[in-house]
């Protein structure tokens, strides 16, 4: 990559970074990406979101350590489908095998050498008693004894942790009042914590990249819906449909975003996170997009969309404290916690006003998103009681005719607009009626 395109590539970053900084992610690791090669780079690619103030919990899974152990001391595993039934002796390699892990991975987030990305990180990790848990109990005559499911989050507990910039690491096993320890299911923790501490995304990393499409098993389905994923589920299987699940619940509990990623492709978290392309299967609950009235809190978010285009010239410049008054005159499109397009309407008499900053993120025009945002203004200016809206532009001139606009002079502009027009800049004066 040459140093212009690090640029650009940095650039496009900026978004993503301001959209999840102070945002809780809760990251699900299965035992099998401890053991995987790439654990390394996603310890790092923790330790990079940590750094960039997303508040990161870590649930760990234990599954092939667990098996490891229970191989160790000779103890054959009792399973109910996908389900182990602990009893005391399959307990107390439970317990060695989530010790292990655990240890692992404070010890890989602890590094500081010189010469790595982790260098200067310093990166605090702390776990506790923060799950409940109690018995799975008696399923069709079956007792799965120390198998059991999350009765409680300590959402405050965590939630004090997560402020002072701690990371949480929370294993796949609880303890229930009364002192007992379970064996639980590394999805369940991860999907309950979530919900208890209303995340913003939950993310599960399995063994592939997200969910297979209909059409080839090798192509990965990028976004879809809870109502669309809750008709694919009869034909998933294994990983897939307990990750699929676990998705479902969060996202029908509230949780906006749910992403499945593969723990064996290098940097699969920061793409998914920080790329409009991503690199898994993201759950939304429904429309991923947004057109809203703005608010103060959008203003770094509209400059950023802003600011290339006027650097280019085809947008006249705003200052942030120009911006931070006129923001009630703006609506946008927010996708993904991203505002991808804004346009802002100014009124100049009780019948005309102007439209302006009109613009849509490179990635995502031509989806007519600038078609919307005319429609929503033209809209507000009718039921302000508006008859005409004009726009001021000098490279799109032909996009506004094409939607009924029509080229006038500047003495069609009210007397107030005329004294701030740019000779120099020379734009073109387009009008519409409102019907
Ligand atoms: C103009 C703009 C807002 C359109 O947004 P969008 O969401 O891509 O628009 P839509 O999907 O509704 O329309 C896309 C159509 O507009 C066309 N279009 C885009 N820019 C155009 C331009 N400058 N002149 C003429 N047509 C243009 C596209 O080619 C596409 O046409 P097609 O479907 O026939 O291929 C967007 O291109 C943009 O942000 N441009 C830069 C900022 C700008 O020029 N703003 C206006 C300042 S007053």
Redesign the pocket.
């Known amino acids: 990559m040459d140093n212009s395109q690090y640029v650009k590539w940095f650039r496009h970053s900026s978004p993503y970074i301001n959209a999840h900084r102070g945002k809780t992610f809760v990251l699900m690791l299965e035992g099998d990406a401890i053991a995987d090669n790439n654990f390394a780079h996603i310890v790092q690619d923790i330790a990079l979101l940590n750094s960039l103030g997303v508040r990161l919990v870590i649930v760990h899974g234990a599954r092939p350590q667990i098996d490891q152990a229970l191989n160790v001391l000779n103890i054959k595993s009792q399973f109910n489908g996908d389900l182990r039934i602990t009893d005391q002796a399959a307990l107390n390699a439970v317990r060695a095998a989530i010790g292990i892990v655990k240890s692992d991975i404070e010890a890989r987030l602890s590094i500081g050498l010189p010469n790595t990305p982790m260098h200067g990180a310093r990166i605090r990790v702390v776990s506790g008693n923060f799950v409940t848990a109690k018995p799975k109990g008696v399923i069709n005559g079956i007792d799965f004894q120390h198998t059991g499911e999350v009765r409680r989050i300590d959402r405050r507990a965590i939630g004090q942790q997560l402020d002072q910039g701690n990371i949480v690491l929370l294993s796949s096993c609880g303890y229930s009042p009364s002192g007992e320890m379970f064996n639980l299911a590394a999805e369940d923790v991860a999907t309950q914590t979530a919900i208890s501490l209303s995340a913003e995304k939950l993310i599960l990393m399995g063994k592939d990249e997200g969910l297979p499409s209909n059409k080839a098993e090798e192509e990965v389905i990028s976004q879809i819906t809870t109502d669309e994923l809750s008709q694919l589920m009869s034909r998933l299987k294994g990983e897939h449909k307990i990750h699929a699940q676990s998705c479902l619940t969060a996202v029908k509990a509230g949780i906006k975003r749910a992403h499945l990623l593969s723990h064996k492709v290098d940097g699969a978290l920061l793409q998914e996170l920080f790329t409009h392309e991503g690199a898994g299967t993201l759950i939304t609950a429904g429309d991923y997009e947004q057109l809203r009235q703005a608010s103060i809190e959008d203003v770094g978010g509209i400059l950023e969309l802003l600011i290339p285009?006027e650097e280019q010239g085809?947008?006249v410049r705003r200052s942030r404290e120009v911006l931070e008054t006129e923001i009630s005159r703006f609506k946008l499109i927010e996708r993904d916690g991203i505002i991808i397009?804004c346009a802002a309407l100014y009124p100049y008499s009780t019948e005309l006003a102007e439209l302006a900053c009109?613009?849509?993120s490179e990635e995502y025009?031509?989806?007519?998103?600038?078609?919307r945002l005319l429609n929503a203004l033209s809209e507000q200016a009718k039921t302000e009681n508006m008859k005409k809206i004009f726009?001021l532009?000098t490279?799109?001139a032909?996009?506004f005719m094409e939607r009924g606009f029509s080229e006038a002079d500047i003495s069609a502009l009210p007397q107030e607009r005329q004294s701030l027009y740019n000779f120099q800049r020379n734009s073109k004066i387009f009008i519409k009626e409102l019907i």
């Open positions: 285009l085809i947008l397009a009109v613009a849509v025009r031509s989806g007519n998103r600038g078609d726009v532009t490279r799109t032909h996009w």
